[in-house]
Nanobody, 128 residues
């Protein structure tokens, strides 16, 4: 069972930056490097949306709303996932979740219903 714990959220002003981290632990079948990892977010009253995902080969995909501002990365040696967020906007305010899915099953796309393991989330609040 993969356990995910996010950190790094907080409150910033528009234009600011934050770096989110996600640490994976527990029994990680076939090893962390074989998992698709993603960041998702959910604002009050809205559906959970994919922000960015990274595959086993380091291939990435971003939501249009964050392209050029957010960067997803992973450190397989540390079983960790990161999201560097810059030029933050008030509309980026949401609970941010780290998620994992088996990379050897299907593709690695930012669709929340494809992900098996989820963290508890970390809140990001951007004020104008």
């Amino acid at each position: 069972q993969v356990q995910l714990v996010e950190s790094g959220g907080g409150s910033v002003q528009a234009g600011g930056s934050l770096r989110l981290s996600c640490a994976a632990s527990g029994y990680i079948y076939r090893g962390y490097s074989n998992y698709c990892m993603g960041w998702f977010r959910q604002a009050p009253g809205k559906e959970r949306e994919g922000v960015a995902v990274i595959g086993r080969a380091g291939d990435t995909e971003y939501a249009d709303s964050v392209k050029g501002r957010f960067t997803i990365s992973r450190d397989n040696a540390k079983n960790s996932l990161y999201l560097q967020m810059s030029s933050l906007k008030p509309e980026d305010t949401a609970m941010y979740y780290c998620a994992a899915k088996a990379g050897w099953v299907g593709d690695c796309r930012p669709s929340a219903n494809r992900y098996t393991y989820w963290g508890q989330g970390t809140q990001v609040t951007v004020s104008s």
